[in-house]
């Protein structure tokens, strides 16, 4: 069996919980059903993928196009039966006719009727989903030198049903990932500076490295939708959409005593950092600096107190 949907995936396997839902519905083994993705030669129209949207559009599309082949199978196997269309079950990929012992499976009738059964669904999306959930970090600074530390992230979203997991907290991890590149690296130019672009090349961006990043600690808090087949919400850009306001809450939350901070903007690099705490920026500026911690980090360096803040993604 192939199914071809409209939309592409880029990373997020579209394609699992589409294969699932047939396999359910058809009694086709899951292996056995290929998934074709942003084909223009087998559809006309096609939505590519952003705004988390593919997985909820092809839920629609996918449960029309199946219930269309039920349809189509059920009169087939009535005149096969001569029976009315009616008086013919379905269940777990077997026609039946109540009151008889005439049975026939769905990939049975598809290979005795080659190409009879082909459809195709089309639907539109009459609900949407609300995915949401919250984000919380603990970040240290170091007021020598500026520089944040992300000590520990946690993430726990409602994303509906989950149905891969691995998956899932990839995406949460990549977003995070990417929202802590704009928190702390990235620079939004001005119009004026954009007409000489420093970034020329994916080299030249300020990615965050590994050890800049820490694991996410992830928890699926999730309750299924009852407004598509899936039972799932978006969740692709969750992690991207999180991350930068829950570390600059952590910051300013940490730098609360620093009258500069309120100013500090994304990104939150360490020499506008050094810039908040530099000596003389203290509204008391009276007594020691923060004494020293040990821990994970050197103890010859200085910390100003961790910090935990949460951002409730709405």
């Given at each position: 069996?192939?199914v071809?949907?409209?939309?592409?995936?880029?990373?997020?396997?579209h394609?699992?919980?589409?294969?699932?839902?047939?396999?359910?519905?058809?009694?086709?083994?899951?292996?056995?059903?290929?998934?074709?993705?942003?084909?223009?030669d087998?559809?006309?129209?096609?939505?590519?993928?952003?705004?988390?949207?593919s997985?909820?559009?092809?839920?629609?599309?996918?449960?029309?196009?199946?219930?269309?082949?039920?349809?189509?199978?059920?009169?087939?196997?009535?005149?096969?039966?001569?029976?009315?269309?009616?008086?013919?079950?379905?269940?777990?990929?077997?026609?039946?006719?109540?009151?008889?012992?005439?049975t026939?499976?769905?990939?049975e009738?598809?290979?005795?009727?080659?190409?009879?059964?082909?459809?195709?669904?089309?639907?539109?999306?009459?609900f949407?989903?609300?995915?949401?959930?919250?984000?919380?970090?603990?970040?240290?600074?170091?007021?020598?030198?500026?520089?944040v530390?992300?000590?520990?992230?946690?993430?726990?979203?409602?994303?509906?049903?989950?149905?891969?997991?691995?998956?899932?907290?990839?995406?949460?991890?990549?977003?995070?990932?990417?929202?802590?590149?704009?928190?702390?690296?990235?620079?939004?130019?001005t119009?004026?500076?954009m007409?000489?672009?420093?970034?020329?090349?994916?080299?030249?961006?300020?990615?965050?490295?590994?050890a800049d990043?820490?694991?996410?600690?992830?928890?699926?808090?999730?309750?299924?939708?009852?407004?598509?087949?899936?039972?799932?919400?978006?969740?692709?850009?969750?992690?991207?959409?999180?991350?930068?306001?829950?570390?600059?809450?952590?910051?300013?939350?940490?730098?609360?005593?620093?009258?500069?901070?309120?100013?500090?903007?994304?990104?939150?690099?360490?020499?506008?950092?050094?810039?908040?705490?530099?000596?003389?920026?203290?509204?008391?500026?009276?007594?020691?600096?923060?004494?020293?911690?040990?821990?994970?980090?050197?103890?010859?360096?200085?910390?100003?107190?961790?910090?935990?803040?949460?951002?409730?993604?709405?």
């Amino acid at each position: 069996m192939t199914v071809t949907i409209g939309t592409q995936s880029s990373g997020q396997d579209h394609a699992c919980p589409v294969a699932l839902y047939v396999s359910d519905k058809l009694g086709f083994a899951a292996d056995a059903i290929v998934v074709r993705e942003g084909d223009s030669d087998a559809l006309p129209v096609g939505g590519g993928t952003g705004g988390s949207k593919s997985t909820l559009t092809s839920s629609v599309a996918i449960k029309r196009a199946v219930d269309i082949v039920i349809t189509k199978a059920r009169v087939v196997a009535a005149r096969t039966w001569n029976v009315h269309h009616e008086a013919v079950r379905f269940e777990r990929g077997v026609f039946s006719v109540a009151g008889s012992r005439q049975t026939v499976g769905f990939a049975e009738l598809v290979a005795q009727y080659p190409g009879l059964l082909d459809s195709e669904g089309e639907a539109a999306l009459q609900f949407g989903s609300s995915a949401n959930g919250c984000h919380a970090c603990e970040v240290e600074i170091d007021p020598d030198m500026g520089a944040v530390e992300i000590v520990r992230y946690t993430a726990v979203d409602d994303f509906g049903r989950v149905i891969n997991a691995a998956n899932v907290r990839g995406q949460v991890q990549g977003g995070v990932a990417i929202g802590l590149g704009q928190a702390l690296a990235e620079i939004a130019p001005t119009p004026e500076a954009m007409q000489r672009p420093l970034a020329t090349s994916n080299f030249n961006h300020a990615l965050r490295r590994a050890a800049d990043i820490p694991t996410v600690d992830w928890v699926d808090n999730g309750m299924p939708l009852s407004t598509n087949v899936f039972g799932a919400k978006a969740c692709g850009e969750s992690g991207a959409s999180a991350a930068p306001p829950t570390v600059m809450n952590a910051i300013a939350d940490a730098l609360r005593d620093y009258p500069r901070a309120r100013d500090l903007q994304m990104p939150a690099r360490p020499a506008d950092v050094w810039a908040v705490v530099a000596p003389g920026a203290h509204a008391a500026d009276r007594g020691p600096r923060p004494r020293r911690r040990s821990g994970a980090v050197s103890p010859a360096r200085r910390f100003l107190p961790a910090s935990r803040k949460s951002f409730d993604q709405r």
